[in-house]
């Protein structure tokens, strides 16, 4: 599975932005994570393989929203009343072990996209 992220960008605070992840493959459940220069990767959000179930994390709960395209293979991120603080490069991740649920660890992930940078000036 092969995917493809795209979207980022810059954006003054306040702003929104919209990423996408295109996948090559058949996926199941999906996560957005992010890493910040000198940060670890951090868990955003997930969604599941029928997209009934997410999991958001408490920092972008309320201004993030993740959804999905089956027939397009492709999951978006959209991201509204954007902070400095979220500024980071953004993955796409495909975890090949669950379809039902969301896991937080990345090491849960089997694919990654090579990431997409988004930078939220204040």
């Known amino acids: 599975v092969q995917l493809v992220e795209s979207g980022g960008g810059l954006v003054q605070a306040g702003g929104s932005l919209r990423l996408s992840c295109a996948a090559s493959g058949r996926t199941y459940t999906m996560g957005w994570f992010r890493q910040a220069p000198w940060a670890g990767r951090e868990f955003v959000t997930g969604?599941?393989?029928?997209?009934?179930?997410?999991d958001d994390a408490d920092s972008v709960k309320g201004r993030f929203t993740i959804s999905r395209d089956n027939a397009k293979n492709t999951v978006y991120l959209q991201m509204n009343s954007l902070k400095p603080e979220d500024t980071a490069i953004y993955y796409c991740a495909a975890d090949g072990g669950s379809r039902w649920n969301v896991r937080r660890h990345a090491y849960n992930y089997d694919y990654w996209g090579q990431g997409t940078q988004v930078t939220v000036s204040s």
């Open positions: 969604i599941s393989w029928s997209g009934g179930y997410t």
